[in-house]
């Protein structure tokens, strides 16, 4: 038994040790650091920061400290889709709390977390998406934190190994792990950026807006780029069912509920599609069934909660042009379509409850 004991506890204390390593060397940059949006924030024309200065599992709790830096009482909350709802000129009080994979469960939590910083009565913009409510649908985003995600993280072959590459090519790394790749301000074509290389500004990695909001590498720099790949094309399976799934509509339902005891001002919003992909998805056989439930139901659940819901999934309604998505992908709306939807929105919440 004493045999099984000492064994036991020499594998927790190599464990430990691992995980104490792993978490101090931090190679992907998993744990959140508020200094580099800080600093983005600090500049006299705040700064654009780059993808590369966190990883993707700690955009919430980068969200979340935007959510409290900039003193935010209008949030918009949403997917990739919603990244160019922005601030008006000099707005502080605004942030945009996007990340792609955003979906209906994360909701609930991203809400309470928002209610426990104290910042009053909101505002929430919040972009609800028919692809949530597909057969495909699936969302890696959090705003819990799980210890036994990030063990898993800490403890990882792949951590360990990135962990082992970094000492061996700088042993002194150990003492100062973040001077491998220190994230810096980086100048040129008129903006700022935050980031660890200056790949933004090179065309390579996308950025956050000083808001919130997503801007691709050639929306910063002015520089032209090609059609991308449709939206629709990249997310079909997910727009695939006969119905809106149960679950993530009682996800959606358990939100609202929420913000409505919070005493929050709500505006649900479907966004714009093309004419084109709108009317495939609205006609093909293996996405009708949802779209179809979306647009019928969508606006009932908000109804019921006291919120209105702006339909603007026909791109005519707003209006914007067929032509006004960022790379002409039918599905991101660009900088004018979203400053237009951004005023839909402001109209609807001076409107006051449904």
């Given at each position: 038994?004493?045999?099984?004991?000492?064994?036991?506890?020499?594998?927790f204390?190599?464990?430990?040790?691992?995980?104490?390593?792993?978490?101090?060397?931090?190679?992907?940059?998993?744990?959140?650091?508020?200094?580099?949006?800080?600093a983005?924030?600090?500049?006299?024309?705040?700064c654009?920061?780059?993808?590369?200065?966190?990883?993707?599992?700690?955009?919430p709790?980068?969200?979340?400290?935007?959510?409290?830096?900039?003193n935010?009482?209008?949030?918009?909350?949403?997917?990739?889709?919603?990244?160019?709802?922005?601030?008006?000129?000099?707005?502080?009080?605004?942030?945009?709390?996007?990340?792609?994979?955003?979906?209906?469960?994360?909701?609930a939590?991203?809400?309470r977390?928002?209610?426990?910083?104290?910042?009053?009565?909101?505002?929430?913009?919040?972009?609800?998406?028919?692809?949530?409510?597909?057969?495909?649908?699936?969302?890696?985003?959090?705003f819990?934190?799980?210890?036994?995600?990030?063990?898993?993280?800490?403890?990882?072959t792949?951590?360990?190994?990135?962990?082992?590459?970094?000492?061996r090519?700088?042993?002194?790394?150990?003492?100062?792990?973040?001077?491998?790749?220190?994230w810096?301000?980086?100048?040129?074509?008129?903006?700022?950026?935050?980031?660890?290389?200056?790949?933004?500004?090179?065309?390579?990695?996308?950025?956050?807006?000083?808001?919130?909001?997503l801007?691709?590498?050639?929306?910063?720099?002015?520089?032209?780029?090609?059609?991308?790949?449709?939206?629709?094309?990249?997310l079909?399976?997910?727009?695939?069912?006969?119905?809106?799934?149960?679950?993530?509509?009682?996800?959606?339902?358990?939100?609202?509920?929420?913000?409505?005891?919070?005493?929050?001002?709500?505006?649900?919003?479907?966004?714009?599609?093309?004419?084109?992909?709108?009317?495939?998805?609205?006609?093909e056989?293996?996405?009708?069934?949802?779209?179809?439930?979306f647009?019928?139901?969508?606006?009932?659940?908000?109804?019921?909660?006291?919120?209105?819901?702006?339909?603007?999934?026909?791109?005519?309604?707003?209006?914007?042009?067929?032509?006004?998505?960022?790379?002409?992908?039918?599905?991101?709306?660009?900088?004018?379509?979203?400053?237009?939807?951004?005023?839909?929105?402001?109209?609807?919440?001076?409107?006051?409850?449904?």
């Amino acid at each position: 038994m004493t045999r099984v004991a000492v064994f036991l506890a020499s594998v927790f204390v190599v464990l430990g040790g691992v995980a104490g390593l792993d978490w101090w060397m931090d190679p992907f940059f998993d744990r959140y650091d508020g200094a580099p949006l800080a600093a983005a924030l600090a500049q006299p024309k705040p700064c654009f920061m780059a993808w590369d200065t966190f990883s993707a599992r700690a955009w919430p709790d980068l969200k979340l400290d935007l959510f409290r830096r900039r003193n935010a009482r209008v949030v918009v909350v949403g997917t990739s889709r919603t990244g160019k709802i922005e601030a008006h000129p000099g707005e502080q009080g605004f942030a945009n709390l996007m990340i792609p994979g955003t979906g209906p469960e994360t909701l609930a939590p991203l809400f309470r977390r928002l209610h426990q910083e104290g910042h009053g009565r909101l505002t929430v913009y919040l972009a609800v998406e028919p692809f949530w409510f597909g057969a495909g649908w699936r969302t890696g985003i959090s705003f819990t934190h799980s210890y036994l995600r990030s063990a898993r993280y800490w403890l990882s072959t792949e951590t360990l190994h990135a962990v082992y590459e970094e000492l061996r090519r700088g042993p002194g790394l150990i003492r100062h792990p973040g001077a491998l790749r220190p994230w810096a301000i980086y100048h040129g074509r008129g903006v700022c950026v935050v980031s660890r290389g200056n790949e933004v500004l090179g065309g390579a990695i996308h950025a956050w807006a000083p808001d919130g909001g997503l801007w691709y590498n050639d929306e910063v720099t002015g520089a032209h780029a090609p059609p991308g790949r449709p939206l629709v094309e990249l997310l079909y399976g997910s727009f695939v069912g006969t119905r809106l799934d149960p679950g993530r509509r009682e996800a959606l339902e358990d939100a609202l509920q929420a913000a409505r005891g919070y005493g929050w001002r709500v505006v649900g919003v479907s966004l714009p599609f093309s004419t084109y992909w709108r009317l495939k998805l609205e006609r093909e056989p293996a996405t009708s069934g949802v779209i179809g439930a979306f647009l019928r139901e969508m606006p009932g659940i908000f109804r019921r909660n006291g919120f209105r819901f702006l339909d603007l999934t026909d791109v005519r309604r707003v209006p914007c042009g067929e032509h006004e998505f960022s790379h002409e992908d039918g599905g991101h709306a660009d900088v004018a379509c979203g400053r237009r939807i951004r005023r839909l929105l402001d109209g609807a919440a001076a409107a006051g409850p449904s």
